[in-house]
């Protein structure tokens, strides 16, 4: 099994939430029917993943969220993508 290390932005003492991409990420999202596919490089899929930690973290409040938007972050043609941190709930 591969290692790996991925170091994830602290949450900032500000209230603000740091994202860092890695070079040459690339990331598509496509959505046909009732499927959605998040197709990246490496680099992509690596900056995906610590975004996702970023949210993670404890003192990062619900509903703070990265939005990725359409010939930004994303490629040409891949509308926007928002990845938000919900509150945990017991059923």
Known sequence: MAEWNV???AYGSDGNLNFVWDDGFQILVDRSNSEITIRANAAGLVSLARHCLTLAQEAVPPG???HLTDS???EAGSGDLIIDKLRDWCP
């Open 72 to 74: 930004v972050e994303l």
């Open 64 to 66: 703070s969220h990265i």
């Open 7 to 9: 170091d994830v932005p």
